[in-house]
């Protein structure tokens, strides 16, 4: 058996220097080799309000070198199971949204030739629709566990179909997913029109308001998930807004009132069992976070991720 990739380790190369991959992982572009790969999507064409996320890969990356391998909270140990690589950015098209969403889809049609579970970093949310064609192709419509301050149902952004706002729907109307596996979590704030949220539990989404999570452990809402989900195919979507601005003010549409740090890691430590076949982390904006503590969060959450796939070890 090939030895298993491992973070440098930081008693070895100061976490201050090295590579700059996520946890500094090898780079590598032999996906035939890899269990996992890890790839960023440094675009933010997509937004409606402040952009910035273009630089959320490289920052997510930097902040991860304080991620040691092993999660002493859980036990998980995905190194020592699983061969993961970065494989770098995609090369997006930054003056055009429609080439972007194309360039990516057909990146994710190479990737997934492979068996390797696609992690991306985003990017803002349009990302994930092009992600989700590919992730179709390969595994027929999947259920979606999708983390959120907004539901980015919307028709249309200013006439645009394809948006960071639109993603869900255009999902939707496609077969990408299986509206009655779709479940929407962390969703607040406010809106233009009282059926912003709710024309699209009429399709089947089931959805759990910020509000309704308040001073709640969410282990017991990632279990029920988990349990409706059985072993369907899954995607899973991080949007980093979902967190309260007070643990993650570096994104382009914060909104008060939103998940902690501890209900996020308890809500993906749940999942844990899931037949998850890709996921991603978006939304991170570092020009609005100068302390570098939003891209830590991902980048922590994305382990948190990681940690959960099929076939992690646990010591």
Same mark, same amino acid.
């Given at each position: 058996?090939?030895? /298993?990739?491992? +973070? ?10 090295? +590579? *700059? ?36 890969? /490289? ?21 020592? $199971?699983? &061969? ?8 997006? *098209? ?19 030739? #492979? ?8 990017? %803002? ?47 939707? %109307?496609?077969?990408?997913? &299986? ?7 962390? !969703? ?13 539990? $009429? ?5 759990? !308001?910020? $509000? ?15 349990? =409706?989900?059985?072993? @369907?195919?899954?995607?899973?979507? #991080? =949007?980093? %807004?979902?967190?309260?601005?007070? #643990? ?5 549409? +914060? ?7 501890? &209900? ?11 037949? @998850? ?11 609005? =976070? ?9 980048? *922590?959450?994305? #382990?948190? !991720? ?5 076939? @992690?070890?646990?010591?």
């Amino acid at each position: 058996m090939a030895p /298993k990739n491992q +973070p440098l380790s930081g008693n070895d190369l100061a976490r201050f220097s090295g +590579p *700059n991959t996520f946890m500094r992982l090898p780079f590598c572009n032999e996906l035939q080799k890899l269990d996992v790969a890890v790839l960023g999507v440094p675009m933010d064409i997509g937004t409606s309000w402040r952009s910035g996320t273009r630089f959320g890969p /490289k920052q997510v990356r930097a902040e991860s070198a304080m991620i040691r391998p092993y999660n002493l909270q859980t036990g998980a140990a995905p190194f020592d $199971s699983l &061969q993961v690589a970065d494989i770098g950015d995609l090369a997006i *098209n930054t003056f055009s949204l429609t080439d972007s969403l194309r360039i990516i889809a057909e990146s994710y049609d190479t990737i997934l030739e #492979y068996d390797a579970v696609p992690m991306a970093i985003g990017g %803002d949310h349009s990302i994930t629709l092009p992600i989700l064609r590919a992730i179709a192709k390969r595994h027929g419509p999947v259920a979606l566990v999708h983390v959120d301050a907004h539901a980015d149902v919307n028709e249309e952004m200013f006439g645009e179909k394809e948006t960071h706002g639109t993603v869900f729907r255009r999902a939707y %109307d496609e077969g990408l997913i &299986q509206p009655s596996k779709v479940y929407q979590v962390g !969703l607040r704030g406010t809106g233009y029109s009282a059926e912003d949220f709710t024309e699209a539990q $009429s399709w089947g989404f089931q959805q759990f !308001l910020a $509000s309704e999570l308040w001073g709640r452990d969410l282990s017991q809402l990632g279990a029920e998930i988990r349990r =409706d989900i059985g072993d @369907v195919p899954t995607y899973i979507t #991080y =949007d980093i %807004d979902s967190l309260d601005p007070a #643990y993650a003010p570096g994104t382009g549409t +914060p909104e008060i009132g939103g998940l902690t740090t501890p &209900q996020a890691m308890q809500l993906i430590r749940a999942l844990k069992g899931l037949n @998850v076949i890709g996921c991603d982390l978006v939304e991170v904006s570092p020009p609005y =976070d100068t302390s570098g503590n939003t891209a830590l969060t991902g980048a *922590n959450i994305l #382990y948190e !991720l990681l940690c959960i796939l099929p076939g @992690v070890a646990y010591r």
